[in-house]
């Protein structure tokens, strides 16, 4: 599994905690650090069948400062997605990437249903 997420986020701290609480392994990734390509979004997203906005931190100040409010929906699917690879903060998170399945934000039901637990 693949955990990507940012360590200063409450909810990713909070999804961490409970994939080690359940002794889930997994290999964890700094979005900031390494932002999700697009490739890696463009799978994420066909995987995940949630509208593309889902994947868009929308509370982010990035986002904000952008107005993509706005103007994502005059975006084309690629302009968004080539958007999202290029400053991984504009990216919801976290995402955790279970071969076939992609949850982006952190619900535990969810969670807990996809991988398994």
Known sequence: MLFV???KCITCQKAKKWLDAQGI????????EENPTVEELTKWHRLSGLPLKKFFNTSGLKYKELKLKDRLPAM?????IA??????MLVKRPILVTGDTVLVG?????WAEKAGC
């Open 5 to 7: 997420y940012y360590p």
């Open 25 to 32: 392994s997994y290999q964890a990734r700094h979005i900031a």
């Open 76 to 80: 084309s699917e690629e302009e968004q």
């Open 83 to 88: 958007l999202l690879a290029a400053d991984g």
């Open 106 to 110: 952190f619900k535990e039901e969810s």
